[in-house]
Structures are given as C-alpha cells and as structure tokens.
C-alpha cells in the first residue's frame, strides 16, 4: 500500500498568513492527488483535484503543486473560514490513501 | 441537486452484521463509481473500498482493514450502493460516508457503533 505522510500535523496560523502543507507519498503517485478540507460535522469537501487543478467553486488562494512523491497544498492567505482540517487522497492505485491530516487553527 | 444519503447505522455488539444503504439523486449513479469513506471519532479518513460501474463489470476493492468482512454492492435500479458489514470489531466504530470520489459528492453520513 501507499503510504501518504503529511505534515505538519497541526499548525497555528494568523489571518493573512501564507500557510503551506505537504504531502509525501511513499512511493510515485504521479499526478494522481487530491486535497480536502473537512470542519467539524462536515464531510469533506474536494479543493484541488490531479494535483494543481482548484476544484470549481474554490476560492484561488488555494493552490496545489507536485508530482511522483511530494505535494504541497499552499493557502496564499489563510481566512477565517480556512481554519479546519486538511487531508491528502492519492488515487494513483489501490487501496486508495490519505494522509493523516493537518489541522490548521487560529493563532 | 445532487444527493447522497446513507442509512441503516447503529449499534451493533463485536461479531454482529450491519448494512448500509446510500440513496443517490442527481446525477447518472449507474456511470459512478462509489466509494466508502470512514471516520473515527476525532481520527483522520480511511478509505475503505470501491465499486465500480458496470461497464466496468462492478469491479470491487478494499482496504486491508476491511477485506474479507465487508462487501459493496450497488443496485442501479435504485440508485443505491450498500456496504455490508460482517464480523464487526470495535475498531471499525466510525462514521461512514459514501462518496463519488471523482467527482465529489459525499453523503452526510451514517455513525456504526461497534460495541458489547
């Protein structure tokens, strides 16, 4: 199996604030990678899809960039509705992965 | 307005069965694959399986923390996909989505309580 291995776990950032999360994939995933945001109660909700491409309806200060085993999902200024948590999913191959999410909470 | 609901949660004793249904609308359910997501309380997501269209002949998958207990199944006619359960441990209490992965439709969830 893949193993999706993200980081940090958990970070405390500001309103405005450039926030970056990585992904790494134990092996090559190409481009097969998406990112979700889950709040509390919710389920998640797809932000970028194949890696690079923002899900339609996302605000564009999302943005994902990688491929093979290192993906980074940057908010290029975290608002208010942006503290939750995020996940990873590769679906490259089978068992399809996540990673074990970042919570992203209010300093 | 696309819908995804699942139903038939509970609690169930360790050992025990359990059948979840996932009711679709709005969207051709029988060209989707379906997956089921779980979600441990205050735990990460964990895919569980998959089952694919028929013209991909239903072809299944599953994670290995699953297979061999659980089955999906669908019934186009209904627009319905189903995760039965089969020697439930505590370690599968969660809730359970299904999902449209590629194209991002989930359910709101159905809570599976395994416990004696």
């Known amino acids: 199996d893949i193993q999706m291995t993200q980081s940090p776990s958990s970070l405390s950032a500001s309103v405005g604030d450039r926030v970056t999360i990585t992904c790494r994939a134990s092996q090559g995933v190409r481009n097969d990678l998406g990112w979700y945001q889950q709040k509390p109660g919710k389920a998640p909700e797809r932000l970028i899809y194949g890696a690079s491409n923002l899900q339609s309806g996302v605000p564009s200060r999302f943005s994902g960039s990688g491929s093979g085993t290192e993906f980074t999902l940057t908010i290029s200024s975290l608002q208010p509705e942006d503290f939750a948590t995020y996940y990873c999913?590769?679906?490259?191959?089978?068992?399809?992965?996540f990673g074990q999410g970042t919570k992203v909470e209010i300093k | 307005e696309v819908q995804l609901v699942e139903s038939g949660g509970g609690l169930v004793q360790p050992g025990g069965s359990l059948k979840l249904s996932c009711a679709a609308s709005g969207f051709t359910f029988s060209g989707s694959a379906m997956h089921w997501v779980r979600q441990a309380s205050g735990k990460g997501l964990e895919w569980v399986g998959r089952?694919?269209?028929?013209?991909?002949?239903?072809?299944?998958a599953y994670a290995a923390s699953v297979e061999g207990r659980f089955t999906i199944s669908r019934d186009d006619s209904k627009n319905t996909a189903y995760l039965q359960m089969n020697s439930l441990k505590t370690e599968d209490t969660a809730m359970y989505y299904c999902?449209?992965?590629?194209?991002?439709?989930w359910g709101q969830g159905s809570l599976v309580t395994v416990s004696s």
């Open positions: 999902a449209g992965l590629r194209e991002d439709y």
């Open positions: 089952i694919r269209s028929k013209a991909n002949n239903y072809a299944t």
């Open positions: 999913l590769q679906y490259n191959s089978y068992p399809q992965t």
